[in-house]
Every structure is written in structure tokens, then in C-alpha cells.
């Protein structure tokens, strides 16, 4: 195969936030692939990307449904991924773009694994993800010392987390904007609504930081949003040993 496949995480929505080696791909790349959900919305990745797209490279959008349809999902991958790699018979540079990271909760992936088995020559970028922009834009510290992150995706049956909100200290409940008040009642159950705070649109126009979740109940979200929930602290000996040391010093 003689052309190049990169796969690019482009951050949470700030254009600010892609990285320099992003930045320089993309500006190489002769192809940009921006993933969409449904035909004729807008690519928030592109968006992003936008300034840093060479003026002969082009832009192809290909949908990835948002579906829990197997043969629907199957059929939409299986014509990207012959769609790429026409691109790639032809010795192009194709540039995989995708919001967040590549690896996490991505449309990426699912062309990164069709494309291995292709002898496809692959680099694969990293981004910063949306639960660590929405934690320090809300000022939430996602684990300290011993403390554990369990990051779950929120777009099917809430019923089986109990054991996942018992266990973990923090919570990033990701795409909670299809069961919203279903997480609400749930986050309520284990005593973590009062800790909780909803990010939606991070860093993007429209920004929403909620901590008050009652507010927001009944209400409908942008797809990007996410719920942090964080339990009290536990006792961290060593760590509050020192901290002792270093405040009576």
C-alpha cells in the first residue's frame, strides 16, 4: 500500500487544544476524513481543523451512524473503509479526524483495525480527551493518591452501573445526553448528586457547567456532554503526613 493512514485526535472543541504534531499532519495531509454521525450535520473536528488544512487537500465526510443496528454498522464500515483505502492506492496522505482521542470511544477505531489487516503503513495521534478538559474547566480533580477513575459511556441501560458507582471515587459518565435523568436518579441513589457537575460544549460557544443537576432534569443536552461525580476523599495517610510536614514547616 503505498499511501499513509493517520488517525488524529483533535481535542475537545477548543482549536487551541490540538496538539503542535496534530497540527502538522493535518497541514501535510492530502486527504481529511471527518467522521459524521448523520448526513449533512456538521463535523465538529473539521471545525476545528479547519485553519490548519492545507488548500489542495481534500476534505472527505464520511457518516458512521449512531446506531445499535449491527448489519446497519457493519455495511457503513465495510464502505468507508473501501472508500480510505482508494484513497490509499493512490499513495495519499489520509488524515483521520476525530474529536477527543483516537482511541477513546472513537469512530477511529473501527476503520484503525479494518486498516491493519491491510498492510496500511499507520500512526495514530493522540488528543486531549473531553473528561480531562471538563474536569479542569470545572475545577474537578479526577483522582488524587490511591483514588480510582472508572469512566463509563452513558448511551445504553443504566440499570447494571450500581456496582461501578459503589466501587469507584470518581465517576466520568460520558455522552449522558440520552439518559440524563436516568444518571441523575441514579448518581441521587448512591448519595454523589450533590458532587456531581455536568460539562456540556467544553471550551466551545454555548459552554454549560452545572453542579446543580436538578436544573438541567427534563431538560434536553448537546451530545457533548458528560457528568464528573466524585465521592469524599478518602484518608490518604503518607499523603497527609506530608502535607502536615510541609504546612508546619
Known sequence: MKGTFTGIGVGPGDPELLTFKAARL????????APLSKEGRESTALRIVQSHIG????VCHLEFPMTLDAEKL???WSENHQVILGFLRQGKKVVFITIGDPMVYSTYMYMYERLKEANVAITTVPGITSF??????AGVPLAEAEETITIIPATTDCENLD???A???TLVLMKVYKNKDQIIDLLEKHGLKSRAVLISRCGLDGEIIETDLDKVRGKAINYLSIIIAKKEKKA???????????RSA
Do not use: K
Not at 132 to 137: G, I, P, V
Not at 236 to 246: F, I, T, Y
Open 55 to 58: 488548500p489542495e487537500a481534500q
Open 74 to 76: 457493519a455495511r457503513s
Open 26 to 33: 493535518i497541514s501535510e495531509a492530502d486527504v481529511i476524513i
Open 132 to 137: 480531562t478538559a471538563a474536569s479542569c474547566r
Open 167 to 169: 466501587l469507584s471515587d
Open 163 to 165: 456496582q461501578l458507582f
Open 236 to 246: 490518604h495517610s503518607a499523603v497527609e503526613e506530608a502535607r502536615g510536614v510541609v
